[in-house]
């Protein structure tokens, strides 16, 4: 394996893509970490442009890297400097960004879909990936607002699942509803109160299941064009349940 010498300028470019601007223009983002490498190889998604890895971590990714990917060593000072994480993990992967394209997704959609609204917190977005993998659910629409998927903290809560997720994005409520509307899907909204429990829900065909950001739920406007609300009980007293548990929750109930 040829390891090339990273430039300070190449090491200023890496550092602005710590910035979702600039991940956007440039159409690329940063994975961490060993077993983001390794689900990145796993993939044609979102190609590996380069890999940078400090001394401690080069001998372990020598064996698994395809050859025409260009690998740069760095001391465990610059891969502090060049690190979206406060320990970093000693690998750095830079991947193309795939993209999808709403319309494209008349024709391959699965039987579950899910639909975020809004949610603003990276760590939630990135689990939800996870546990929408868990039950093999693996195209996920955001609607405009919502937090970046190629976010490092939530690319890290995704566990490497975002590389096996087909992601469409800034697809606002109005669209959703029409795609449901041509393609048979209901649309089922997960509200704090007033839904029926999940297991009272009567499943089977297909369905669009909603998920509203963290502190104010669902928009009033896709409230109203679900087919069904549905609402997880509780018996303590906590004001809310935390979002990432309740896909886990109704994923389930659709998929058991």
């Known amino acids: 394996m040829n390891i090339l010498q990273l430039s300070g300028n190449h090491r200023k470019w890496i550092r602005k893509l710590h910035r979702r601007k600039s991940r956007e223009e440039e159409g690329v983002f940063i994975a961490e970490g060993f077993n983001a490498l390794e689900a990145a190889l796993k993939t044609t998604c979102h ?5 940078v890895a400090d001394e401690d971590h ?4 020598a064996d698994i890297l395809p050859g025409n990917v260009p690998v740069y060593g760095c001391s465990g000072s610059i891969m502090e400097e060049i690190s979206t994480e406060k320990t970093p993990q000693g690998i750095v992967v830079i991947c193309r960004r795939g993209e999808c394209h709403f319309p494209d997704l008349e024709g ?3 039987d579950t879909l899910l639909y975020l609204d809004r949610i603003s917190d990276p760590g939630n977005l990135g689990t939800i990936m996870r546990t929408a993998a868990w039950f093999d659910v693996k195209q996920l629409i955001l609607s405009p607002s919502c937090v970046d998927p190629f976010n490092t903290k939530a690319i890290r809560a995704s566990a490497g699942t975002i590389f096996g997720i087909e992601i469409y994005q800034s697809v606002d409520p109005r669209q959703i509803r029409q795609f449901a509307d041509r393609t048979g899907y209901r649309m089922i ?3 704090p109160q007033g839904g029926i429990p999940p297991d009272e829900w009567q499943k089977g065909g297909k369905n669009i299941v909603l998920l509203g ?3 104010d739920g669902l928009s009033e406007e896709l409230t109203e ?3 069904q609300l549905v609402s997880i009980p509780g018996r303590g007293g906590v004001e809310s349940l935390n979002l990432s548990v309740a896909a886990a929750i109704i994923l389930y109930e659709i998929t058991k």
């Open 47 to 51: 190609p590996i442009l380069e890999v």
């Open 58 to 61: 080069l001998e372990s990714i």
């Open 108 to 110: 391959t959609a699965s």
């Open 189 to 191: 909204a997960m509200v």
């Open 213 to 215: 950001q963290e502190a």
């Open 225 to 227: 064009y679900a087919d």
